[in-house]
């Protein structure tokens, strides 16, 4: 079991460039997270999937920022234009159900906007 | 306003001492599970322990137990015989079953950074 898998861990673009986030969940489980991670505001829930079904986004920014599951294995976080204040951690977590079962949380990636 | 306030944002202890980390949390929903969660040097957040809101058993995983306080909307860890392992950035983290739609939403706190010293 390689756990949550993300890709890249370090990714750095210019002002305005699209990032594109990638998450593979652990096999079997059934639900994807995704969190955002800053020094002030802490860990902030941004959007999770159930069963590949977009559930909850009411953490994303509406305008630049969205989220995929196209398929079991993966899940996407893309950031359009991504500006300076979008520098953070994104982690991906899976869990084996979509309530009370504990997360498996990636390694994180971290996204720095120059 | 924040959901989950754990109001020490550090902690430092000895080696072999006991401590317990606080976490207050606001909620107007029946069904809730609380979480704390553990924040490696390495980078990795791995889970400790579960609490359900409508459990009453007191939840014990190792060296790790909660003191869950319902009425007062609040959840401890008491981690016991502390090692420098310890050492790392503790969560606490609130699922809310909402009674719209049925779904779990997350909100964690801000951390507790605790430093073990040998």
């Known amino acids: 079991n390689a756990g949550v898998i993300q890709t890249p861990r370090h990714k750095v673009t210019g002002k305005g460039q699209e990032a594109t986030l990638w998450c593979e969940p652990i096999?079997?489980?059934?639900?994807v997270f995704w969190y955002r991670q800053t020094i002030v505001q802490g860990l902030e829930f941004l959007t999770y999937f159930r069963n590949q079904a977009p559930i909850d986004d009411s953490g994303m920014p509406k305008e630049r920022f969205s989220a995929q599951m196209p398929n079991q294995s993966h899940s996407t976080l893309k950031i359009q234009s991504t500006q300076p204040q979008d520098s953070a951690v994104y982690l991906c977590?899976?869990?084996?159900?979509?309530?009370?079962?504990?997360?498996?949380f990636g390694p994180g990636t971290r996204l720095t906007v120059l | 306003a924040q959901k989950v306030i754990q109001v020490w944002s550090t902690a430092s202890r000895q080696e072999g001492e006991e401590l317990t980390l606080d976490c207050s949390y606001e909620t107007s929903q029946v069904l809730y599970h609380l979480f704390w969660y553990k924040h490696l040097l390495s980078g990795e957040m791995v889970f400790l322990i579960r609490?359900?809101?409508?459990?009453?058993a007191k939840e014990r995983s190792g060296r790790y137990s909660v003191v869950f306080q319902k009425s007062l909307k609040s959840i401890s860890l008491v981690i016991s015989a502390l090692q420098p392992d310890d050492s790392g950035k503790y969560f606490c983290a609130l699922w809310e079953l909402l009674t719209s739609g049925g779904n779990y939403k997350p909100t964690f706190g801000k951390g507790t950074s605790l430093v073990v010293h040998p």
């Open positions: 096999s079997g489980h059934s639900a």
């Open positions: 977590a899976s869990s084996r159900d979509w309530g009370g079962a504990e997360q498996y």
């Open positions: 609490q359900m809101s409508s459990s009453t």
